[in-house]
Nanobody, 122 residues
Framework: QVQLVESGGGLVQAGGSLRLSCSAS????????RGWFRQAPGREREFVAA????????YYADSVQGRFTISRDNAKNTGSLQMNSLKPEDTAVYYC???????????????WGQGTQVFVSS
């Protein structure tokens, strides 16, 4: 089992930045691929970014490419999502996830955090 806890959400103006963190406990964090998803009201959960076990492979949704950066620190069992140049359409609940296969769909991930709210004002 892996337990994930997100932090770092909040309210920010358009053009601003936020850094989300995801702390993991339980089984070895480095054994899992990590991902970030988001879900806005009335919409399905969508892929944001993913990172391979060793951190050498990163993947992004087109909508965040060049603005968001995913990273991980396996020694500290943590991961993060640096979000720059935020837009109102980035407003959503952000979830971190862990799984065994890199994927862009929620089914690819086995463990999920409770989510952290990000609100970007115009």
């Amino acid at each position: 089992q892996v337990q994930l806890v997100e932090s770092g959400g909040g309210l920010v103006q358009a053009g601003g930045s936020l850094r989300l963190s995801c702390s993991a406990s339980g089984r070895t964090f480095s054994s899992y691929v990590r991902g970030w998803f988001r879900q806005a009201p009335g919409r399905e959960r969508e892929f944001v970014a993913a990172i391979s076990r060793g951190g050498d492979g990163t993947y992004y949704a087109d909508s965040v490419q060049g603005r968001f950066t995913i990273s991980r620190d396996n020694a500290k069992n943590t991961g993060s999502l640096q979000m720059n140049s935020l837009k109102p359409e980035d407003t959503a609940v952000y979830y971190c996830a862990a799984g065994t296969v890199v994927g862009g769909i929620p089914k690819a991930y086995d463990y999920w955090g409770q989510g952290t709210q990000v609100f970007v004002s115009s």
